[in-house]
């Protein structure tokens, strides 16, 4: 396999109460996955290919729980990219030089057989894992804002984490309440509404997590 390494953050948020059902061995919310995540690269390179700086990003449906597949995707990366770099993030981000189920990009893409065509489009990011704040925009594409989980009395911040020692995508996540409203591509997201969101720092290799 082609040696790559990413290192940066994630924004994600779908359509399931706060936590994320799947997280938890659970079925989703409402019997659906709808997702759209975000990927800030700060270092990162596929074979020769240096993957600093970029970022990039996918929207993907499910008719019932990811691990029942027949799923649907869309890449989306950041149009400041190479063609040489366009083709590394998408082989990375479609499980190839990937070990069986060692990142959430293997098991995206083998549970959503019905992929779309990769756009790149200019994308923006202001995200605060420790605040739970972010803000994403992928132009022409989707938007995502997240903000901290509310106290069910008082509607203060609620903070809430989630290790991972042996998942696939982080090792460590904060959670948050998130909202996506998407305005193209192939994909659309209509369920995503005050529900499930998080920040994750990510660093995955061909064989998954690196773990400290």
Partial sequence: MKDWRIQGRELANC???FGCPCQFGVLPSDGTCEAAVFYQIEKGHYGDVTLDGL?????????????EGQGEMQLIIDSRATPEQVAALEAIMTGQDTNEMATMWFVFSAMAPNRHPTLTAPMSVEMDTDARKGRVRVEGVFEI???PIPNIVTGDPHRISIN??????????????GSTRTMGGAISLAKNSGTHAHFADLHLTGAGVVRA
Avoid at 55 to 67: D, E, L
Avoid at 164 to 177: C, D, I, Q, S, Y
């Fill in 164 to 177: 991972l020692p042996n998942g696939f995508e982080f090792a460590r996540a904060e959670m948050a309440k």
């Fill in 145 to 147: 804002d997240a903000v």
């Fill in 15 to 17: 359509n399931c109460n």
């Fill in 55 to 67: 970022m990039a990003a996918g929207t993907y449906k499910w008719p019932g729980a990811i691990h």
